[in-house]
């Protein structure tokens, strides 16, 4: 088997034994799972793009976002969790120092550690160039941070934040840069925890910075990589969801399958009405497209189509997802309501997923951009004789 395939299976492995009966109590204990998560680094499912040598699978990008389609089998929020983490273990295994890398590395692949990503400010999601947060570089050459983030995934519980930050009174983006945070920082706090129901394990909270001081080494991305960095970890971000929803339209179609399959109706069963077939057919076809969009945008990732088609790939497949959870639910009439059937929280999920890391109207506002520099390329258009000679 090759590394890949047994990465699937390990992914589709957790999935079914650690995620999938577990899920339910996890949100009514409204706490991150960390047994879960440590058992995720021991079986190699979270250091995906990380050399071999520090512990990390090796794997190209377009071959470890598919480990999300597995998990999200089971459960859409959990599995952006860990590709967050996977960008941050990414990012430090490519580009932090030596010095940072040495200390971190190795305990965030083996899942002893966490990370994540705060970009987002209370001010600030779709338009991150309206940041607040500041990084003073000191004569010693470490830098004292200030500032708020927002929507801080895996907060409070991540040991280590990677946050973009302004180095100066300038406007717009050059002068951003990515510094590591870790959680024990001085100056480093939360707000209270979101409440979100369908997901209440995630927690999510503002994070204040106040004054807190890190070192030169934990510099990961310098000034003037800030924002691309973060619009690099962004795209990975947004095909690891497509990748996510995939297993989540995977769960809302074979839970209709099974339902309707056994639900006797009209002298037949359900799933023999043409109607049912017809809606099913869809959501089927639909999964069968989001799988080749977001494994053409992971394959392309790096490259100059990279972003486009991370922006179509998130926004066809959540919306897709959406769509799904709610047809199949229609399919179940009213049984598709209760809790039993997993099909209400998928919905709840997939409109969470429509929004994370980029909504859908941004994806249209990336797509629109292209198109618009797309126009500029072509020939002038002939209009017709007659037409506005007046
Ligand atoms: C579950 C969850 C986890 C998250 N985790 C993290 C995390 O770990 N780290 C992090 O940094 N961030 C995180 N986020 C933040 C997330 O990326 C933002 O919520 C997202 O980018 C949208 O920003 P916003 O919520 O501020 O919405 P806003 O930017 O306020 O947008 C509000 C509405 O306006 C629309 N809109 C915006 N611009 C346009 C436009 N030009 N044209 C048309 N409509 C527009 C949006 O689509 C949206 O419908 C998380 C969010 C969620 C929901």
Known sequence: MSNLNSI???????????????????????????????????????????????????????????????????????????????????????????????????????????????????????????????????????????????????????????????????????????????????????????????????????????????????????????????LMAIDIARVSIASGCCGLMQTALDTALRYARDRKMFSKTNLQLDGIQWMLGEVDTNLELSRLIYKKAANALGTPEGSLLAAKAKLFVPDAALKAANVCTQVLGGMGLLKEYGLDRLSRLAQMLKIVDGTTEIQRVVIGRALQKRAESLEPITIPKGFGEK
């Not at 934040?161 to 870790?182: N, R, W």
Request: net charge negative; aromatic share 10%.
């Open 8 to 230: 699937l299976e390990v992914a589709n492995q957790h999935a079914m034994n650690v995620i999938k009966p577990n899920v339910d109590q996890w949100v009514e204990q409204v706490k991150w799972p960390l047994d879960a998560s440590q058992k995720a680094g021991e079986v190699g499912l979270l250091g995906l793009y990380c050399p071999e040598e520090l512990g990390g699978q090796g794997l190209s990008l377009g071959e470890g976002i598919q480990v999300y389609e597995q998990l999200g089998l089971a459960d859409g929020a959990y599995a952006f969790a860990l590709s967050m983490h996977n960008i941050c273990s990414y990012a430090i295994c490519g580009y932090a120092t030596d010095e940072f890398k040495g200390e971190w590395a190795r305990d965030l692949i083996a899942g002893k550690k966490l990370a994540n990503f705060a970009l987002t400010e209370p001010q600030s999601g779709s338009d991150p160039v309206n940041m607040y947060t500041t990084a003073k570089e000191n004569s010693d050459g470490t830098y004292t941070l200030n500032g708020a983030k927002a929507w801080v995934s895996l907060a409070d519980v991540a040991d280590v934040y990677l946050v973009v930050a302004k180095t100066s009174e300038q406007k717009g983006h050059k002068d951003m840069a990515m510094f590591a945070i870790p959680k024990n920082s001085k100056g480093l706090s939360f707000g209270p925890m979101y409440q979100t129901p369908s997901y209440s394990f995630l927690p999510m909270s503002e994070m204040y910075i106040e004054n807190v001081t890190i070192p030169k080494e934990n510099i990961i991305l310098p000034v003037g990589m800030g924002l691309q960095g973060s």
